[in-house]
T-cell receptor
Framework: NAGVMQNPRHLVRRRGQEARLRCSPM?????VYWYRQLPEEGLKFMVY????????ESGMPKERFSAEFPKEGPSILRIQQVVRGDSAAYFC???????????????FGPGTRLTVL | AQSVTQPDIHITVSEGASLELRCNYS??????LFWYVQSPGQGLQLLLK??????LVQGIKGFEAEFKRSQSSFNLRKPSVHWSDAAEYFC????????????FGAGTTVTVRA
């Protein structure tokens, strides 16, 4: 029973390039969350998605960042025209469909560590 | 708004000694509470969670935590630490229905000395 999968684990981009981070939720999970961890800080919520729907993107920067969770395939966090301040670890979490207390537990992937040169 | 405070940035403990990590939260109602552990370069692993019921919660790897409503605390404890417990520990609050964001504390780094 595979856990949450994220790839790549490490990503290096030059300023101005695009970064695409992928997340495959646990089997049977339909809710995906993205969090960002800046150096020396805890995780900060970015966006919550269900299949084909963005439910809450209140934690996403207004520009350059976007997320999707298509009907088929992984969830994608896309950062356009990256800047040095985007360097961070980006974590994806997933949870099961609504239906009990298990809904409220989020299971995290190993993260993608983005370095912007 | 919900928030979590972990007062200790770094704790050093001897192998075999007991460990307690503090967590205080601010929330409008009784929250769901979590402790996660992050080993260097790794993702977050759920240690334990509190939703309701017994306020003393048992988790994996010999950890336990106690919810104290009067103190708005959810401290994590382990009676005897192992070198493999060296990691960063995060306390988190939420989510409940329609409040799915996890709010994390800044973390406590635990160093275990031989």
């Amino acid at each position: 029973n595979a856990g949450v999968m994220q790839n790549p684990r490490h990503l290096v981009r030059r300023r101005g390039q695009e970064a695409r981070l992928r997340c495959s939720p646990m089997k049977g999970h339909s809710h995906v969350y993205w969090y960002r961890q800046l150096p020396e800080e805890g995780l900060k919520f970015m966006v919550y998605l269900q299949k084909e729907n963005i439910i809450d993107e209140s934690g996403m920067p207004k520009e350059r960042f976007s997320a999707e969770f298509p009907k088929e395939g992984p969830s994608i966090l896309r950062i356009q025209q990256v800047v040095r301040g985007d360097s961070a670890a980006y974590f994806c979490a997933s949870s099961p469909p609504d239906g009990g207390s298990t809904t409220d537990t989020q299971y995290f992937g190993p993260g993608t560590r983005l370095t912007v040169l | 708004a919900q928030s979590v405070t972990q007062p200790d940035i770094h704790i050093t403990v001897s192998e075999g000694a007991s460990l307690e990590l503090r967590c205080n939260y601010s929330y409008g109602a009784t929250p769901y509470l979590f402790w996660y552990v992050q080993s260097p370069g790794q993702g977050l692993q759920l240690l334990l969670k509190y939703f309701s019921g017994d306020t003393l919660v048992q988790g994996i790897k010999g950890f336990e935590a106690e919810f104290k409503r009067s103190q708005s605390s959810f401290n994590l404890r382990k009676p005897s630490v192992h070198w493999s417990d060296a990691a960063e520990y995060f306390c988190a609050v939420g989510p409940r229905s329609n409040d799915y964001k996890l709010s994390f504390g800044a973390g406590t780094t635990v160093t275990v000395r031989a």
